[in-house]
C-alpha cells in the first residue's frame, strides 16, 4: 500500500533501492545503498576503481547474480515492485532493464541479425525491416551500416560495435538502460558519438551510466552517484547523490569534492 | 637464430603427421594395386556388385559399405544429439558440484574396452531389442544393437569435445544475451551453439571417424557374413568386421583374401575422408565466427 502511494506521489521514479547489500561470497562489496533513478533522466554513477559501480549496476537488472556466488540483500523497487522478490523472474527483469556491456559484445550474427534477435526472442510481430532501421537510427548507426546489413557485427569499429550494441538493446524496447562504462574503450570522437547517442536516448529511456570519466558524467548527466569504498567496512557505497551540478559545483562531502575536482588518493 | 631452430622443429612435427598420412595411403595403395592385379578381381565388378563371397570368388564392396554406413549411421543417431545435449547441460546448466558428478562417469564410459561394449551389445541390448520389436524382426546378430552401443560408445567422446568448444564461447556473448532477457535455453541454443560450431563440427568429424573404424563391437554384434541389406535389424559384416574376421587364422601371403584387405584399409580411409569433409562443409553453413 505504502509502495503504491509513493510511486504515484513520485511517478518520476523509475528504480529505487532500499538498504542495499550485494556479496561475492560472504565478501561485501556494496555496502546499504539507497539511491533512486528517475524516469527519462540520465544518472551516473561515479567513483575509484574497484568501489563497486559495477556491482551496483548490474543489481538493478538482476545480473550479478550470473556470478557464481554473488547474492543481494535488501530492496531494488522498480515500477513498484521488488526485483529481489522470489516471485519476480530475472528473465523478465532484464527484458525491461536492458543493459550495454563495458567491451562491447556483439553476437557474431550479421547486423540485421543482431537486433532482429532480442526482438524475436520476446515474439516481436511487427514488420522486423521496419524495426531494426529504426533502432539503427536511433542509435546513429544508419547510415554507415545500411548497405552492409548481412555482414558480421564483429566486422565493425569498436565505436560502431558498441552503437550496435545499443542498438539491439533497444530493439527488446526496455524502459530502463544501464550502461557500464560504454565509451572507456573508445577513442574521443567515438566518445563524443556516444555521449550525443545517450542525450538523445533520454527522451525516451531512462539511462543509468557508469563512467571513469569525470567530465563526461558531468557533460551527460541528470543525476549523479558518488561512491566509494567505506573505511569501516571496506565495501563501496553511495556516499553521495544529487543533481549532477550541484555533486560538481558544490559537494556537501569531502571526499566527493576531492575526487571530482581530481585531488583524490 | 632460437627463433628459427624452434620453427623449424614446429614445422617438421607437422610435417611427420603428413609424411605418416602419406606413407600410410601409399603401403595401403600399393597393396591393393595388387589385389586388382589378380586375374580373379576386375574394378567393374569390385564397384557395381553387391556380393561380396571370397570363396565364391565375388568381390562387390556394397555389402560391407552399407553395413558400415548403417551402423555408424546409428551411432551417430544416438551419439550426437545425446553428447550434445550432455555437453550444453554440462557447459550451460550444471552446477559445480553436478558437473563434478558426471563428468567422472563420463571418463568411465569412454575408457570400457570395446571388447566389453561388443559383448554388452550382444547379451543386452539385442535381447532388449527383441523383447520390444519381436524376435521375428531383429535377428541374433544385427547392425541396430552394434549401432546403438557404439553410439553410447562414442557419446562422451562428443560430449566432451563438444563441451571444450562450448565453454570456449566468451562469456560475454552470454551476458548480451541474458541482459536482453534470453532465458538460458535461448541463450545456449542460440547464442553458444551457433558460436561454437567449428568446434562441434570437429567432434562430429572425429565421432564420425571412430564409428566407422570401429571394430570390435561389429565383430561381436552386428554379425559374420557380408549381407546386402538396409534393415538394421538384420545382420551384415561391416569392413572392420570383415577384416578382422579374414585375417584371424591362418592367412597367407599373397593370396586374395591378404591383399583384398589392403583393399578394404584403403576404402575405410576414403569413406572416412569423405565423411569429414562433407561434415565440414555442412556445418560450415551454420557456423558463427567470434572471432
Ligand atoms: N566476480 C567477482 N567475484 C568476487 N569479487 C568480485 C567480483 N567482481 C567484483 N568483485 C569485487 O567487488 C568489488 C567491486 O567491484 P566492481 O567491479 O563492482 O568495481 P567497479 O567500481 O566497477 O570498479 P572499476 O571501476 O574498476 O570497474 C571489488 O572489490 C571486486 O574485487
Ligand atoms: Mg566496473
Known sequence: MQQNIETTEKPELVIETRNLNIFYNDFRAVSNVNMSVKRHRITAIIGPSGCGKTTLLRSFNRMNELVPGSHAEGEVIFDGQNLYDPMVDPVEVRYRIGMVFQIANPFPKSIYENIAWGARIHGYRGRMDGLVESCLRQAALWDEVKDKLNQSGLALSGGQQQRLCIARALAVQPEVILMDEPAS?????????????????????????????????????????????????????????????IIFTRPQDKRTEDYVTGRFG | MGEAIIQSLLFLSGFFSIFTTVGIVYELGKEALLFFQMPEISLLETVTSTRWQPH??????????????????????????????????????????????????????????????????????????????????????????????????????????????????????????YGMGATRLETALQVVLP????????????????????????????????????????????????????????????SVDYNSIFFLGLLLFFITLALNIFSQRFVRRFREVYE
Do not use: C
Request: charged share 15%; glycine share 8%.
Open chain 2, 56 to 177: 565364391t570368388g565375388d568381390f562387390g564392396i556394397w555389402p560391407l559399405v552399407t553395413s558400415t554406413l548403417i551402423t555408424s549411421a546409428v551411432a551417430m543417431l544416438i551419439a550426437l544429439p545425446l553428447g550434445l545435449a550432455v555437453a550444453i547441460y554440462l557447459s550451460e546448466y550444471a552446477t559445480p558440484r553436478a558437473r563434478s558428478f558426471l563428468k567422472p562417469i563420463l571418463e568411465v564410459l569412454a575408457g570400457i574396452p570395446t571388447i566389453v561394449y561388443g559383448y554388452f551389445a550382444l547379451s543386452f541390448m539385442t535381447p532388449l531389442l527383441r523383447s520390444i520389436l519381436g524376435r521375428d524382426v531383429v535377428d541374433i546378430y544385427n547392425m541396430g544393437s552394434a549401432g546403438l552401443v557404439m553410439g553410447i560408445l562414442i557419446m562422451p567422446l562428443i560430449t566432451s569435445m563438444a563441451e571444450d568448444a562450448l565453454s570456449a564461447v566468451p562469456r560475454s556473448l552470454r551476458e548480451a544475451a
Open chain 2, 195 to 254: 558460436a561454437a560450431l567449428s568446434g562441434i563440427s570437429a567432434a562430429i568429424i572425429v565421432g564420425i571417424s571412430r564409428a566407422v573404424g570401429e571394430t570390435m563391437i561389429v565383430a561381436v554384434a552386428a554379425g559374420a557374413g557380408p549381407n546386402f541389406t538396409f534393415n538394421p535389424f538384420k545382420g551384415a559384416e561391416t569392413i572392420t568386421g570383415h577384416i578382422v574376421r579374414i585375417s584371424g587364422g591362418d592367412l597367407s601371403y599373397d
Open chain 1, 185 to 245: 574503450a573508445l577513442d574521443p570522437i567515438a566518445t563524443l558519438k556516444i555521449e550525443e547517442l545517450i542525450q538523445e536516448l533520454k527522451k525516451n529511456y531512462t539511462i543509468v551510466i557508469v563512467t571513469h570519466n569525470m567530465q563526461q558524467a558531468a557533460r551527460v548527466s541528470d543525476y549523479t552517484a558518488m561512491m566509494m569504498l567505506s573505511d569501516a567496512q571496506r565495501a563501496g557505497t553511495v556516499i553521495e547523490y544529487n543533481e549532477t551540478n
